[in-house]
């Protein structure tokens, strides 16, 4: 039982009190005349690099605009071309079905228009734009 209590004694005060610290040790200064001129100089750095970040964000904004305003512009010609597209299918279609055109004993529309033609083809093809 002593050598517990000697083991106590060495390792520190007993739990049941409470041990005060100070505060911790002040840094030493590094060089009077080095600090204040690295504040303005850093200060300066943050400034620039501010008003860099400032103006690309407002050039980025001004080409997402930009690029907003053409993707709507390019959806709205795919939307004309598509229509177009089925006007000029239907015209084929039509001109097909007219008997003068199918009293032609040689077919002059191509394998591929007639594909095209077919509405089971235009359908799916439709559906894909």
Do not use: W
């Not at 002040?26 to 009077?32: D, K, N, T």
């Amino acid at each position: 039982m002593s050598r517990r209590r000697s083991t106590s004694s060495v390792m520190g005060p007993p739990p049941d009190r409470d041990v005060v610290m100070g505060p911790p040790p002040v840094p030493a200064p590094l060089s009077a005349g080095h600090a204040p001129q690295q504040k303005p100089k850093e200060g300066q750095e943050i400034t620039e690099k501010y008003k860099k970040l400032k103006r690309r964000f407002f050039e980025l904004e001004e080409k997402h605009k930009e690029t907003s305003t053409e993707l709507q512009r390019s959806g709205e010609r795919n939307v004309k071309m598509r229509e177009e597209r089925n006007v000029l299918l239907d015209r084929i279609i039509e001109l097909e079905a007219q008997p003068q055109f199918k009293s032609n004993g040689s077919s002059s529309v191509s394998p591929r228009t007639e594909c095209l033609c077919l509405s089971q083809v235009r359908v799916p093809f439709h559906a894909l734009c």
